[in-house]
């Protein structure tokens, strides 16, 4: 029998500390006590509206517009797009929990597209969703960092005039043939939870070069009427058009979490260098445990993975037995084929809210997918002792 590794000594909830000038920020904040983006006599310079501008500028688009998760962040896309109660809205079932909660939220119906083995969205399942449902949204989730061959997705979107809303929370700093991911669609959504590629604790970042999106999505989040404290935003003809008939949902950032993420975009580009170098050595001892592998990756994404996903052979006795052995070592790994949902990790048939829908191929994955967080301060060694736990707890088939 193979010699019990070492339990791990470092865990991987661990995050990067916030950078010294977001700490001075932060403090500088709660000495002032303004938390609060919006007033009638300052507002304009907030840390929120700085963030906006520079999170547009980064990604090349006309507005930016921040507000409190990326849950809401695509709640208020949705919406600003024009989907009315009851309206079919077309989404991969392969993603996170706050997805199909935002298409129930707007009082629309999540229409699930099935999953292919690269773990991205079926393009025949998605064909068949728009001949056969009428639904002119597409909600495209690129969960965990996994990106679909977006030229073809593109050409499905133009060939049949849909509305592209990118779920970006787990792509930022990514690309496709050059093109920053949240630049490709109608509108964009980020997250800026603790455990995405910036930390703000909780927030939400929408893109989009339409005016009219723009206007309602600042309308929408709570500007009340100081929208013109937003450096990133319509002219006035434009918000006055929406005002008073536009409802304030009250989603917006506070000023704490713009300042830390502020502090945090001059070093993202290190920070997934760091995520790429960490995620290929973990990749390569994974893919070479018999009964393992690792998706590929196309040579036309430059990826910003904050995770590792990896396909398992095994029965689901035998996986289940295996995360208990890692965790017993104090390596967490989540389990898509869970009964239950668990942590950060749902699947479709977790979600009873939706009415059931028969998705063979996403099925046929999840009870096999595992996943694994990644800090982005792992060392070489830290990788390592990932591989070697891993290896351990599934036995050979």
């Known amino acids: 029998m193979d010699k019990v590794p070492e339990p791990l000594d470092f865990s991987l909830s661990a995050v990067d500390p916030i950078p010294p000038d977001g700490v001075a920020a932060i403090a500088e904040i709660l000495s002032s006590g303004n938390l609060f983006r919006y007033g009638e006599s300052v507002g304009l310079d907030s840390y929120v509206a700085k963030l906006e501008q520079e999170f547009a500028q980064i990604h090349g688009k006309k507005y930016a517009i921040a507000v409190n998760s990326g849950g809401c962040a695509l709640f208020l896309a949705l919406v600003a797009v024009g989907v009315t109660n009851g309206e079919p809205v077309m989404m991969n079932a392969f993603t996170l929990a706050p997805v199909p909660g935002a298409i129930k939220h707007c009082g629309a119906e999540a229409i699930l597209l099935d999953t292919s083995a690269e773990l991205v969205i079926d393009l025949d399942s998605l064909l068949?969703?728009?001949?056969?449902?009428?639904?002119?949204?597409?909600?495209?989730?690129?969960?965990?960092?996994?990106?679909?061959?977006?030229?073809e997705v593109l050409k499905i979107v133009r060939g049949n005039n849909l509305v592209l809303i990118e779920d970006c929370a787990h792509v930022l700093?990514?690309?496709?043939?050059?093109?920053?991911?949240?630049?490709?669609?109608?509108?964009?959504?980020?997250?800026?939870?603790?455990?995405?590629?910036?930390?703000?604790?909780?927030?939400?970042?929408?893109?989009?070069?339409?005016?009219?999106?723009?206007?309602?999505?600042?309308?929408?989040?709570?500007?009340?009427?100081?929208?013109?404290?937003?450096?990133?935003?319509?002219?006035?003809?434009?918000?006055?058009?929406?005002?008073?008939?536009?409802?304030?949902?009250?989603?917006?950032?506070?000023?704490?979490?713009?300042?830390?993420?502020?502090?945090?975009?001059?070093?993202?580009?290190?920070?997934?260098?760091?995520w790429n170098s960490i995620h290929r050595r973990i990749a390569t001892g994974i893919s070479s445990i018999e009964g393992l592998s690792v998706p590929n990756v196309s040579r036309m994404i430059q990826p910003a993975p904050t995770s590792i996903q990896f396909i398992s052979q095994h029965e689901s006795s035998e996986i289940n037995a295996a995360i208990h052995t890692a965790n017993s070592l104090g390596l967490q790994i989540k389990w898509f084929g869970a009964e239950e949902a668990s942590g950060f990790t749902s699947i479709h048939c977790h979600w009873s809210y939706l009415p059931p829908q028969t998705l063979d191929s996403t099925d046929s994955i999840m009870k096999r997918l595992l996943d694994i967080r990644l800090p982005s301060s792992l060392s070489d060694e830290e990788c390592d002792a990932i591989i070697e736990i891993v290896k351990y707890a599934f036995p050979s088939t």
């Not at 597409?138 to 977006?150: K, T, V």
């Not at 999106?213 to 450096?231: D, K, N, P």
């Not at 006035?236 to 917006?252: C, F, H, I, Q």
């Open 173 to 274: 700093g990514a690309k496709w043939n050059g093109r920053a991911m949240g630049t490709l669609g109608d509108v964009s959504c980020f997250s800026l939870q603790t455990y995405k590629q910036v930390n703000g604790g909780e927030g939400g970042m929408i893109l989009t070069d339409d005016e009219d999106i723009a206007a309602r999505v600042i309308l929408m989040s709570g500007s009340y009427m100081l929208y013109r404290q937003h450096q990133s935003r319509p002219d006035d003809e434009v918000l006055s058009k929406w005002a008073g008939k536009t409802p304030n949902y009250s989603m917006r950032l506070n000023e704490i979490s713009a300042a830390a993420v502020l502090s945090q975009l001059p070093i993202l580009q290190q920070r997934i260098e760091q």
């Open 128 to 151: 068949n969703a728009v001949k056969t449902t009428g639904s002119r949204i597409l909600l495209l989730s690129y969960m965990r960092g996994h990106i679909p061959d977006m030229d």
